[in-house]
């Protein structure tokens, strides 16, 4: 059974910073890119950041880059989104996604919560 299951998320102060975690399984891990996307309320998702099975190649959503780190750990099959000096707008419910190929979703995790106020 395939499961990717988000944590991390949570209220946060603009400035501030939460790394979110996504722990994978029930499929080859190293086999999969791994993907952030978020979606705001009322608007559509949006991919945030992505990363190669080897974890060499990354792309990152322009408003994020620069604040955000994308990295994974095939040992432990788990991959994370470190963000930094979050803002308002940052604010969206973060999905994981594991993808055969570049740009493609197989696999959806549930979601978590981040939320950035003062």
């Known amino acids: 059974q395939v499961q990717l299951v988000e944590s991390g998320g949570g209220l946060v102060q603009p400035g501030g910073s939460l790394r979110l975690s996504c722990a994978a399984s029930g499929f080859t891990f190293s086999s999969y890119a791994m993907n952030w996307y978020r979606q705001a309320s009322g608007k559509e998702r949006e991919l945030v950041a992505r990363?190669?099975?080897?974890?060499?190649?990354?792309n990152y959503l322009d408003s994020v880059r620069g604040r955000f780190i994308i990295s994974r750990d095939n040992a432990l099959n788990t991959v994370y989104l470190q963000m930094n000096n979050l803002k308002p707008e940052d604010t969206a419910v973060y999905y994981c996604?594991?993808?055969?190929?570049?740009?493609?979703?197989?696999?959806w995790g549930q979601g978590t919560q981040v939320t950035v106020s003062s």
């Open positions: 990363i190669t099975f080897t974890g060499t190649g990354k």
């Open positions: 996604g594991a993808g055969t190929n570049w740009g493609t979703v197989d696999y």
